[in-house]
């Protein structure tokens, strides 16, 4: 496609890499101008896979943030993260899993998470550019919550449509930090979410539950609570249910924080790695 040229919806085609959680994006350029239709079709392969991803992109950090935009509002992060010069709604992550193994940040990016679940109104998307990155090492896992809840028994997913849970336990702190300047050691306040969220446009129901993010269960004694918790995790992140993305040079990848749960995998320390980064506000989370 020549540059600067608008895209159009016919332009579009993807790869599924599971049939229903991730999905390459072929035939854009994103430094171009995106028709409404052709944002249309992305957005719709965004809702059937959850994570989609555009290889070999060369964006500056306004060209990204022109395209994160088209998903909703920017959530701009507060003081704590760097940023762009100029730009305050795009984060610079330099390397992030470098970080001590013990430490907060470190803890967060490696364990399975939802961005900004302890908040009230979680993050819809995120939005990553792989600015330079080794061709090796540091890949991300996704775990598509919809299809692990039409998993369950159905007299699980009546039981688990009932309860509601705590987010902000161990690695809250770390996330805080991460995502409004907090200091590693302070301690946000619980936020009760739905453990069965509904998914605003296309009505799915997916499990909101990740071991290391949720205190405990409302209504349940703590030994049960934890129990359930751990259980629905190992439950959700069996290899059958995960996708990996590895990382190129170039990637542009959009994950829905909605209805999935990610993780980073251990990258090696002898290289170096910059991720650009946008969120997009999301909505109090709707019970099933």
Known sequence: ???GRVCMAADVSAV???????????????SSPLSDGCFRRILDLFHRYC?????????????LARFAARFGEIDLPAGGEASIPGLPQVSVIVDSLRDPPASGRARYRLSWHSDHSSQPAPALATVLYAADCPDRGGDIEFVNMCSVFNALPREKQLFLEKLRALHGA??????AALGAGTAADATPPLV????????????RKALYVAKDTVSRVLGLAAGASRKLIDELEAFATQPRFIYAHHWRKGDVLVWDNRCT?????????????TLHCIQIKGEVPIAA
């Open 1 to 3: 496609m020549a540059q």
């Open 192 to 203: 009760e979410h739905p453990v069965v969220r509904v998914h605003r446009e296309t009505g």
């Open 16 to 30: 599924a890499m599971t049939p229903d959680l991730g999905a390459e994006i072929r035939g854009i350029d994103l």
């Open 51 to 63: 994570v989609v991803f555009l290889r070999d992109q060369a964006l500056d950090p306004r060209l």
């Open 170 to 175: 161990d690695l809250a702190p770390a996330e």
């Open 261 to 273: 749960l990610h993780r980073m995998r251990p990258f090696d320390q002898r290289y170096e790695r």
